[in-house]
Each structure stands twice: as C-alpha cells, then as structure tokens.
C-alpha cells in the first residue's frame, strides 16, 4: 500500500508538496522525500512529532539518537504504518538547528503500488520555496520581538552600551598592587611522597 502525504511549508504563502510513500517505510525515508521535494540542503539535524487529532504532540522521533543511554527510538525504527495510523493523521516535522524549516505533513489517501517506482517520489508541487526559512518572530511597534514584554521593560542594550564609557571610572578603585604569595612548600609534609 502507499500513502499519499501532503507537505506543507509553514509560510504565509502557500508552499506544499504532494509524497508518495510505501507504509512499510520508515520515518527516515520520509524524510529523504521531504529534503528532496523541497530541495533542502545539507544534513542538518531533524525530527518528526507525531500528532494527535486536536494538534498535541504524542510522540518525538529524532534523526538520531540523543538519548543518554543510547537506545531512544530513531527516525529509522519507526515505519509510516505506525506514525500513520488513519487517514488524516497528522505529523509536525522540523528540519535545521539555526535556520529552523517547519513542515505539517497529513496522510491524504491510499493508493495500490506503481511498478517500477522509485519511492518516495515527488508527485505534485505548489507554491515556490523561499530562500531562506520563514522567521517566526512575532512584531510589535515595528520590532522583531520573540518576548515582546522585554521591550518594554528595559531599554535597549546597544543604547545603554554605547552611553557609558569607560572614561569615567577611577583608577583608583582598581588595586594594581599584587599579593604576596607563599609557593615553598613544607619540605616536612613530601616525605611520604
């Protein structure tokens, strides 16, 4: 059986790719098809969350292990039979550590296998990808603010930087004397040694 997964691009425009993928494959194969239908770069690190039907994330399920013990569950271990269990089901995927990509992906359909198909495979695209990833920083009086609050409690750093100078401090409060240090050792105490 194959499943048809619908990706979408978390944008204001729309952006989204239509996947064909084999239920017996992993959440790893996912997400080779998603890097490829969306041309994404380079091998960052990434990581599935299972939904469940109001949006709530059940499960995590990273690219690689970062557990502890070393036997978390990996993208690898878990096939789309499991992570897809009715049609609309509901998976959140993110991809890249300092630009971070976000992805829905929801089952659309079952579809009968295509011979000779190579999957997963790209079967529809809308929508052009950005260049960069979309920020998700909220603005408020014209400022990107992750904790808008901050803004208006304290000033801004680079005012406050470049108003004090370091001209002003006395140079008497700094003590350039140094102390005096012991470093012989008791001979008595090496003896044991």
């Given at each position: 059986?194959?499943?048809?997964?619908?990706?979408?691009?978390d944008?204001?425009?729309?952006?989204?790719?239509?996947?064909?993928?084999?239920?017996?494959?992993?959440?790893?194969?996912?997400?080779?098809?998603?890097?490829?239908?969306?041309?994404?770069?380079?091998?960052?690190?990434?990581?599935?969350?299972?939904?469940?039907?109001?949006?709530?994330?059940?499960?995590?399920?990273?690219?690689?292990?970062?557990?502890?013990?070393?036997?978390?569950?990996?993208?690898?271990?878990?096939?789309?039979?499991?992570?897809?269990?009715?049609?609309?089901?509901?998976?959140?995927?993110?991809?890249?550590?300092?630009?971070?990509?976000?992805?829905?992906?929801?089952?659309?359909?079952?579809?009968?296998?295509?011979?000779?198909?190579?999957?997963?495979?790209?079967?529809?695209?809308?929508?052009?990808?950005?260049?960069?990833a979309p920020?998700?920083?909220?603005?408020?009086?014209?400022?990107?603010?992750v904790?808008?609050?901050?803004?208006?409690?304290?000033?801004?750093?680079?005012?406050?930087?470049n108003?004090?100078?370091?001209a002003?401090?006395?140079?008497?409060?700094?003590?350039?004397e140094?102390?005096?240090?012991?470093?012989?050792?008791?001979?008595?105490?090496?003896?044991?040694?």
């Amino acid at each position: 059986m194959i499943y048809k997964v619908r990706v979408i691009l978390d944008t204001k425009d729309d952006v989204f790719r239509d996947i064909e993928i084999r239920e017996k494959q992993t959440l790893w194969n996912l997400h080779l098809g998603i890097k490829s239908a969306f041309s994404l770069m380079g091998d960052d690190l990434s990581v599935f969350n299972i939904l469940d039907k109001d949006g709530v994330i059940v499960k995590t399920v990273p690219l690689e292990d970062m557990s502890d013990d070393g036997d978390g569950e990996i993208m690898s271990d878990v096939y789309l039979m499991e992570a897809f269990e009715e049609e609309g089901a509901k998976l959140h995927f993110q991809y890249g550590f300092m630009d971070l990509w976000e992805f829905f992906c929801e089952k659309v359909e079952e579809l009968d296998e295509k011979h000779a198909v190579n999957y997963p495979i790209t079967m529809f695209r809308f929508g052009n990808m950005p260049l960069k990833a979309p920020s998700k920083t909220a603005k408020k009086n014209g400022k990107n603010s992750v904790m808008p609050l901050m803004d208006d409690e304290f000033g801004s750093f680079e005012d406050e930087f470049n108003a004090s100078s370091f001209a002003d401090e006395d140079e008497d409060d700094f003590d350039d004397e140094e102390e005096d240090f012991n470093d012989d050792f008791d001979e008595g105490d090496n003896e044991d040694i």
